[in-house]
């Protein structure tokens, strides 16, 4: 089994930025495409963007141009940068592979990002 541990949540303003980190205990991160996740309560898990091995991203509409994922294969992190966030943003966020659940992995407890005023 290959533990994921998001971190770097919080509460924020809109407009607001956050930082969020997944550190995964083995060397997945090299090996799938790798993925940001997020709940809203009341709604379905949602991808919100993914990086291939390759480096090549893809996000949902909602968040291009203010989110960026990133990856350092090297200490098995990745890491998404939110800026401009909104209300709707508010969720909690989850890494994972993409698809999900490979290699070994599972859910981890995500971290909390609510935006508000």
């Given at each position: 089994?290959?533990?994921?541990?998001?971190?770097?949540?919080?509460?924020?303003?809109?407009?607001?930025?956050?930082?969020?980190?997944?550190?995964?205990?083995?060397?997945?991160?090299?090996?799938?495409?790798?993925?940001?996740?997020?709940?809203?309560?009341?709604?379905?898990?949602?991808?919100?963007?993914?990086?291939?091995?390759?480096?090549?991203?893809?996000?949902?509409?909602?968040?291009?141009?203010?989110?960026?994922?990133?990856?350092?294969?090297?200490?098995?992190?990745?890491?998404?940068?939110m800026n401009s966030l909104k209300p709707e943003d508010?969720?909690?966020?989850?890494?994972?592979?993409h698809p999900a659940l490979l290699g070994g992995s599972?859910?981890?407890?995500?971290?909390?990002?609510?935006?508000?005023?």
């Open positions: 089994q290959v533990q994921l541990v998001e971190s770097g949540g919080g509460l924020v303003q809109p407009g607001g930025s956050l930082r969020l980190s997944c550190a995964a205990s083995g060397s997945i991160f090299s090996i799938y495409a790798i993925g940001w996740y997020r709940q809203a309560p009341g709604k379905q898990r949602e991808l919100v963007e993914r990086i291939s091995r390759h480096g090549s991203t893809n996000y949902t509409d909602s968040v291009k141009g203010r989110f960026t994922i990133s990856r350092d294969n090297a200490k098995n992190t990745m890491y998404l940068q508010t969720a909690v966020y989850y890494c994972n592979t599972s859910w981890g407890q995500g971290t909390q990002v609510t935006v508000s005023s």
